[in-house]
């Protein structure tokens, strides 16, 4: 397996590069058990494959956000080391298949270029951050969760706290109180409102925490039922923290949080909660929502076409979009 360099600014993602890279040359030499590998290269968002000695990159687009630059550095990234086809998920990530491992730390610089990772896409951290579809112009929305669900992405992505914890932790956010994020069925949840407060306008979140699918399906409980902006961050931290610390971890199958919470209960989990948050760097954490812009409907319409996401339509998919 050939060497490569970065051209990367930042020396954060650089690292973890070529930590990756020189992770899985030790795993080649049989310096690093399987076991041990495996967790590593599934918190880079390295996923195996079924197929011996393939992978499958998972790509972590907080609220299923692409820029057309992304979206071409995503397509020309599959056409090289993958099979040309995106598969997009349920969790608004893409996902490309058939990877060599020895080359994904190569793939994952070309990626980062366009700002686009693949850290903690699997395994047990922070998953990606949803969003409803429509956020941003729901018609129905207080104000637009985008900048929350980014500022939560960027909070928690390479947090200490959440690189190794029992299970995977997913996090939505919805526009609306229609709840199209399906927030209920989420670790933890947010719908956006707005209060008074002293005369003032606030905003805030209905926050629901150990909802899930699965054998055992659960709802989300209500923790609050409007939490400050500001308040938001630190709270999702002092619940992870918790869920680090008193989650299963001897048993796969009861190690998401809401076995925790019914084992618990909801006000025993709250307490807990309530212990960690005096330990927190933030008491209160101020998500930036300045930098995003605001989008409004187009008055045009672009044409109805069956575009399949497959690489050799992707020059029509930008053609239609850049023309109109």
């Known amino acids: 397996m050939q060497s490569f360099r970065t ?5 954060i993602v650089e690292r973890d590069i070529l930590e990756l890279e020189r992770k899985i040359h030790e795993f080649r030499d049989g310096k690093i058990p399987e076991e041990k590998f495996r967790s590593l290269r599934l918190a880079r968002g390295v996923y195996g494959q079924r197929q011996p000695g393939v992978q499958m990159v998972r790509i972590k687009l907080p609220y299923g956000k692409m820029t057309l630059a992304q979206w071409k550095r995503i397509a020309d990234v599959s056409d090289e080391f993958a099979t040309g086809n995106l598969h997009l998920t349920t969790r608004q990530d893409i996902q490309i298949h058939f ?56 909070f928690f992505l390479r947090k200490p706290v959440c690189q190794d914890m029992g299970r995977k932790f997913k996090i939505a956010f919805s526009s609306s ?14 719908i ?3 209060r008074e407060i002293n005369g003032e ?78 330990a927190l760097t933030y008491q209160r954490y101020k998500i930036d929502t300045n930098q995003f812009q605001s989008f409004s409907l187009p008055s045009y319409r672009l044409p109805v076409e069956k575009i399949e996401i497959k690489n050799k339509n992707f020059n029509r998919a930008c053609e239609i979009v850049t023309k109109n």
Not at 112 to 123: H, K, L, M, V, W
Not at 179 to 190: I, K, N, P, R
Request: glycine share 8%; hydrophobic share 40%; charged share 30%.
């Open 99 to 154: 990877v060599s491992l020895d080359r994904t730390p190569e793939l994952w610089n070309l990626l980062e270029q366009d700002s686009i990772t693949i850290r903690e896409a699997c395994g047990n951290t922070v998953r990606n951050v949803t969003a409803s579809d429509q956020a941003g112009i729901d018609p129905d929305e207080p104000f637009d969760v985008t900048p929350y669900a980014h500022g939560v992405f960027e």
């Open 177 to 190: 109180e229609k709840d199209t994020a399906l927030t209920f069925m989420h670790d933890l949840g947010a």
């Open 201 to 278: 306008l606030k905003r805030g979140f209905k926050v629901m925490v150990g909802g899930g699918l699965g054998a055992q399906p659960f709802l989300a409980i209500t923790t609050h039922e409007f939490l400050e902006e500001e308040l938001l961050a630190p709270y999702i931290e002092s619940v992870l923290r918790v869920f680090d610390r008193y989650g299963e971890r001897a048993s796969r199958h009861k190690a998401r949080i809401k076995f925790l919470i019914q084992k618990i209960g909801i006000d025993a989990f709250n307490e807990l909660v309530k212990e960690e948050q005096k």
């Open 7 to 11: 051209e990367l600014e930042n020396p």
């Open 192 to 194: 956006p409102r707005i």
